[in-house]
């Protein structure tokens, strides 16, 4: 049976929808006709991302971006084809990430500084993050053993030792609500289960999480407050973000020096302890946080708006949570095509191109900057029939880009998707149905994040 998310429902079976407005009925930005109307980045163009990838499929799959490229005079390109995107992330010789360019500025005067023995002198916005990216992870080489061994264990494929924890925290959630009838479905479940998940896989206090979760939203802000297609902040958005991330960084500091006195089971102690076999060395405390600042970065938000148009999804066809609910092995299939049609991460502005190419018959140059636009690869009809459709049975189901691909893959998606399949288990064991509440507006947050500000469910208990 196919799903059709954009036409609210099951293709085949009428449902009610009258509670839900189109998508892009209150946004300030006027929904696409052509191509002259198309703008990714604009206030209020998160309401129309998909009409506009539809005309950028049809008359513009490379899109140029005049002026936005990183270096005065340079252009970015909007990718939107399915095939020129995968093959981006695949080759990282050939088009090189943004960081890898940062760390190469930094990693001159820190080798030396170390071969020196002392502090290295570093631009003043150079955050552990960096450093740690240009000690352990410089080289391709490197970067797959700083995965396979640092990271992987806890948030790659070994994420299934979390499994118990994972449930236990979505249980206590539900909890915290199943007696009311209505709940705002992102600040009750969507949003504190990834944040208590990762701060449990970290080792940070239970009771530090709200302080937690307001410095995570500092660390995301470009993503999600930022302007254009290099999601750039104001002069005063950047100091206060240093000025509250200068706070994260001493606290994680506590933390790291805490758990080399008095370790415990967690990923931080791990890092204190292990001998990173690439370099034959063990970790400094800035190399943890710069490990532990990127799990955040990349770890605290992302899984809550894969949640959160799941809940949508399931909201406009019914049908489709009762069949999830009855038919467990049918949910892997249903997560791995709601990641599809609706992208969590839309797109992301990190690669150049370090010579001139040509992407559908368009010249690129050398130096451009690529914005990979995840989401519309993911509905290129050439690449998926049918693009807007949820079908269960689909062939190569997970194929999508929501995760990127090729050597750097989100190295979450492990955990990622395992906290997805373990908060539906909960949720149709426990809920009866779902149903959206009234007064929902459906918009979404600015950024590139594809976020709902607001879902207002209604469901019943199960017995
Ligand atoms: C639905 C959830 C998620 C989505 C859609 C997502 C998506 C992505 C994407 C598109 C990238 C860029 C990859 C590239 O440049 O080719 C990325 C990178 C990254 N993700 Fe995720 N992610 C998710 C969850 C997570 C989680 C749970 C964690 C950690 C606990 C995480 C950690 C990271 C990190 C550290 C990077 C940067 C890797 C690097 O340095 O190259 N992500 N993610």
Redesign the pocket.
């Known amino acids: 049976m196919d799903y059709d998310p954009w036409h609210h429902g099951i293709s085949d079976m009428s449902t009610d929808n009258s509670e839900k407005p189109p998508n892009h009925a209150l946004s300030e930005m006027r929904c696409p006709a052509s191509l002259d109307d198309v703008d990714l980045f604009g206030p209020g163009s998160q309401e129309h991302w998909y009409e506009a990838y539809d005309i950028l499929h049809a008359e513009a799959p490379v899109h140029r971006l005049p002026g936005e490229g990183l270096s005065p005079g340079t252009d970015a390109y909007t990718l939107s084809k399915y095939s020129d995107i995968a093959r981006v ?1 695949k080759d990282p010789d050939r088009f090189r ?1 943004l ?1 890898s360019a940062a760390i190469d500025s930094v990693r001159p005067a820190i080798e030396e500084a170390n071969a020196a023995g002392r502090e290295p002198d570093l631009p003043a916005n150079t955050n552990a993050m960096i450093i740690s ?1 240009a000690t352990l992870r410089p080289t391709q080489q490197l ?1 797959r053993a700083h995965r396979q061994e640092l ?1 992987d264990p806890w ?1 790659g494929p070994g994420a299934t030792r979390h499994t118990e924890m994972i449930t236990r925290t979505a249980d206590e959630l539900i909890d915290s609500w199943i007696d009311r009838s209505e709940i705002d479905f992102i600040s009750e479940f969507a949003r504190p289960l ?1 944040q208590a998940v ?1 701060a449990a ?1 970290l080792g940070f206090p239970r009771e530090d999480l709200s302080q937690l979760a307001h410095w995570g939203n500092f660390q995301v802000m470009p993503f999600v407050e930022g302007n254009g297609p290099r999601n750039k902040l104001t002069r005063e958005q950047w100091t206060r973000q240093a000025e509250a991330l200068e706070d994260f960084e001493e606290y994680v500091q506590d933390q790291v020096a805490e758990k080399r006195k008095r370790p415990k089971e967690d990923m931080i102690t791990f890092l204190t302890q292990v001998t990173y076999q690439a370099l034959g060395r063990k970790l400094s405390n800035i190399e943890i946080i710069g490990v532990v600042y ?2 955040v ?3 605290l938000e ?2 809550q ?2 949640l959160a148009e799941q809940a949508q999804l399931l909201c406009d066809a019914p049908e489709l949570f009762q069949e999830l609910q009855r038919d467990a092995s049918k949910r892997r299939s249903f997560i791995e095509e709601a ?1 599809r049609v609706r ?3 839309q797109g ?1 502005s ?1 690669r150049l191109t370090t010579r001139d190419e040509v992407f559908q018959g368009v010249h690129v140059p050398s130096g451009s900057l690529l914005h990979l636009r ?1 989401a519309a690869g993911n509905v290129d009809p050439e690449e998926y029939p049918c693009p807007h459709r949820i079908q269960l049975d689909r062939k190569r189901v997970g194929g999508h880009l ?5 050597p ?6 492990g ?2 998707r395992i ?2 399949t373990l908060a539906w288990e909960r949720l149709f064991a426990r809920l009866e149905n779902l149903r959206y509440a009234p007064g929902n507006s459906f918009l979404h947050q600015p950024g590139i994040m594809l976020g709902t500000l607001k879902l207002a469910v209604e469901f019943d208990p199960r017995h």
């Not at 929501?402 to 090729?406: C, E, R, Y």
Request: proline residues 7%; contains cysteine; glycine residues 10%.
């Open positions: 992330v990430t960081i990216m970067y990271t948030v990834p990762l896989i990127a799990m970065l990349g770890g992302t899984t708006y894969a990641m992208a969590p991460t992301l990190t995840f929501s995760f990127s691909q090729g750097r893959i989100c190295p979450g998606a955990l990622s906290e997805q």
